[in-house]
């Protein structure tokens, strides 16, 4: 999968994809992650690429000219016209649902903000999806992009080395992830749950699942839907409820 990101900081781009899991898959060719610098496509002498805004105001705004020119030069690259992502405070809010839907394109082309923002004619020209990663302001769109690539990039096949851990993780169904555990068995005078160590697989998966029911009910029982679970989980999530007591993820047992 290939990522295009329009920005005005392109090595706060290559820099952050360059490590660990993002900078494997590049290096293997999975996906490709390019920064284009607005600026290089200013036509100004001086390359401005930003000026006052008109009705007054504090702040700059981004001109569309070098932003459009710069989104041409990229669209080019593409096979066929890719989504076009304005990282924004504005926008749909970043969840998995939208990461998955975006992994399923072959290509997408990332605009970043800086300042006060972007003019608005540009955005309405090139724009087809504009998203936020949480109701707050940052100082430009880089980190936004960064935090989307990683997250779409991970549900590209063959990113994570193994397939399977997208698959269990928060998120990826009702649940939240069931605590993780390694070496050394016992730390800080805790040990590790017993029952991970028997070897017993069917056990050790009703206890995660058990575990992962009650982390929800602790964390996000906004996520529930008690409707949508399978009979063996509202049996689990109905036991814990009726305990009577504050779900509390240590003391829950399977
Ligand atoms: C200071 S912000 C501009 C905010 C704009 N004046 C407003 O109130 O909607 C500068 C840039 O940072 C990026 N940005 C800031 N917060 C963001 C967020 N929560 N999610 C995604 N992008 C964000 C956008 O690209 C934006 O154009």
Known sequence: MRFCVLTLFPEMIRNAVSY??????????????????????????????DDYPFGGGAGMVMQPQPIYDAYEDARRGFAKPPKVVYL?????VLNQEIARELAQEEGIILLCGHYEGVD?????????????????????????ALVLIDAVARMVDGVLGN???????????MFLEYPQYTRPREYHGMPVPEI???????????????????????????????????????????????????????????
């Not at 309405?124 to 430009?140: K, M, P, W, Y």
């Not at 036991?239 to 047992?253: A, D, L, T, Y």
């Open 20 to 49: 660990s899991v993002l900078g494997r898959a590049a290096a293997a060719g999975i996906i490709s992650v390019e920064a284009v610098d607005i600026r290089e496509y200013s036509r100004d002498k001086h390359k401005h690429v």
């Open 88 to 92: 924004s405070p504005q926008g749909r």
């Open 120 to 144: 608005q004619r540009v955005l309405d020209e090139i724009v087809t999806d504009e998203i936020s990663i949480g109701d707050f302001v940052l100082t430009g769109g880089e980190l936004p």
């Open 163 to 173: 397939e399977s851990s997208a698959g269990e993780e928060s998120f990826s169904g």
């Open 196 to 254: 991970l160590m028997s070897g017993h697989h069917a056990n050790i998966a009703k206890w995660r699942l058990t575990q992962s029911i009650a982390a929800t009910i602790q964390k996000r029982p906004d996520l529930i839907e008690p409707e949508r679970m399978t009979e063996e989980e509202r049996r689990i999530y109905e036991k814990i409820q009726q305990e009577g007591e504050e779900p509390r993820v240590k003391s829950v047992e399977p």
